[in-house]
């Protein structure tokens, strides 16, 4: 059993910056593929980055060039530093995490979920 628990989200001005952290219990960690998702209200959430145990990274098309997924296995933490961020980036952000054994899309199979943490980008 994981558990996650994100942090960092808050109210920034459109071109500001964020950094979202997740902090994962237990001392498997490095065993997963840890993954940021988002929910717009009233949208389905969508799959943002994911990051191998190894350090492989994938993001959606949208924020690429903008967000940086990285990991620390020593402190069981993921991060999301989210530069230039636009109004449509506004949501919950959820951490994900999922056994490197799965294999799949990146965006699916993830085991473990976060409770959120909410990103408001102002115009």
């Known amino acids: 059993q994981v558990q996650l628990v994100e942090s960092g989200g808050g109210l920034v001005q459109a071109g500001g910056s964020l950094r979202l952290s997740c902090a994962a219990s237990?001392?498997?960690?490095?065993?997963?593929?840890m993954g940021w998702f988002r929910q717009a209200p009233g949208k389905e959430r969508e799959f943002v980055a994911a990051?191998?145990?190894?350090?492989?990274?994938d993001y959606v098309d949208s924020v690429k060039g903008r967000f940086t997924i990285s990991r620390d296995n020593a402190k069981n933490t993921v991060y999301l530093q989210m530069n230039s961020l636009k109004p449509e980036d506004t949501a919950i952000y959820y951490c994900?995490?999922?056994?490197?054994?799965?294999?799949?899309?990146?965006?699916?199979?993830?085991?473990?979920w976060g409770q959120g943490t909410q990103v408001t980008v102002s115009s």
């Open positions: 237990g001392r498997t960690f490095n065993r997963y593929r």
């Open positions: 994900a995490a999922r056994h490197e054994w799965r294999v799949g899309p990146v965006a699916d199979g993830y085991d473990y």
């Open positions: 990051i191998r145990s190894g350090g492989n990274t």
